[in-house]
């Protein structure tokens, strides 16, 4: 029996729905603010999407183009001059970053109460300790899906393969608060397929095309494939899909899953920044 499909975009268009409710309680209207440096063809599609989602929950919304060769002191001050703004509640600065500039130096410029992205070290930090307010929009978004499935998170084995402060560090961190087992596999795990064979949740993160095989998942498994890679013209995941739906209880399509989940929380966490909650 085929696992059951965890839809992105249907989920997505829920948490749309309620972010308009929410809005229709406010007197003013969330303004999010995109900071693009350089022109990556794939970081511009992201963006229009985003744009997309805010003018269906009708927040204000703006993309800053920078050029490729500003220099990273001129890039901070232009975040500084947005957390300045009173009319801006949320932050993202787009990446990737030209390589000559220090991306850490520049979300540390965020301030906390503008992080839409949830990467400023006091958000992350207050990930550490449990106390959740504005979490990383990708992994934010797996845990709405694996709450999807209905299934308790607390007592589970979950496993991510990866671990990056923007997603596989921090979905962990969640898992963990919310009590689950959880163990992180990376390129030095010594047989990463028999640990990961144990994950009753497995949050594959890896970045290689269709990495994860039947043989690695543990059967009626939740599978969230983070992965978008290109190969002959098709995205595919870090899971192979065809194969491992055959095997588990729950998965991720690619695309349709995770990605429209990570734009829906960056909506909510603008608007939880808005009204400061």
């Known amino acids: 029996m085929s696992a059951e499909l965890l839809n992105g975009n249907q989920l997505a268009k829920r948490v749309r729905s309620q972010i308009r409710r929410k809005l229709k309680k406010l007197t003013f209207t969330p ?3 995109v900071v693009q440096v350089g022109n990556d063809p794939a970081s511009t599609l992201y963006i229009k ?4 989602d805010c003018e269906k929950v009708h927040f204000h919304s703006e993309v800053h183009h920078l050029p490729a060769d500003i220099h990273q002191d001129t890039l901070i001050e232009h975040v500084e001059a947005l957390n300045a703004r009173t009319d801006i509640h949320g932050i993202l600065v ?30 992350l930090g207050n990930l550490v300790i449990n106390r959740e307010r504005v979490t990383p929009c990708t992994p934010t978004g ?3 899906l694996i709450e999807l499935t209905g ?6 084995h979950a496993i991510c393969i990866g671990r990056s402060p923007l997603v596989g560090k921090s979905v962990g961190l969640m898992l963990l608060n919310r009590n689950a087992t959880v163990t992180y596999c990376h390129s030095r795990t010594v047989d990463l397929a028999a640990e990961v064979q144990k994950a009753d949740i497995l949050v594959a993160a890896v970045g290689r ?14 599978v969230i494939d983070v992965g978008i890679n290109h190969v ?21 399509p690619v695309p349709g899953g ?20």
């Open 151 to 156: 299934e308790p998170i607390e007592g589970k």
């Open 31 to 33: 303004g999010l603010a």
């Open 94 to 123: 787009q990446m990737p970053l030209p390589q000559d500039i220090d991306k850490e130096a520049v979300i540390d410029k965020i301030t906390p109460h503008k992080d839409a992205d949830g990467l400023n070290p006091v958000n």
């Open 142 to 144: 797996i845990i709405r």
């Open 49 to 52: 999407h985003k744009q997309r």
């Open 209 to 222: 095309p269709e990495f994860v095989i039947a043989d690695m998942v543990k059967p009626d498994a939740i």
């Open 258 to 277: 995770v990605g429209p989940m990570t734009r829906a929380m960056l909506l909510e966490n603008t608007l939880k920044l808005a009204i400061g909650g």
């Open 232 to 252: 002959n013209g098709r995205a595919v995941g870090d899971v192979k899909f065809e194969e491992v739906k055959e095997v588990a209880g729950f998965i991720t």
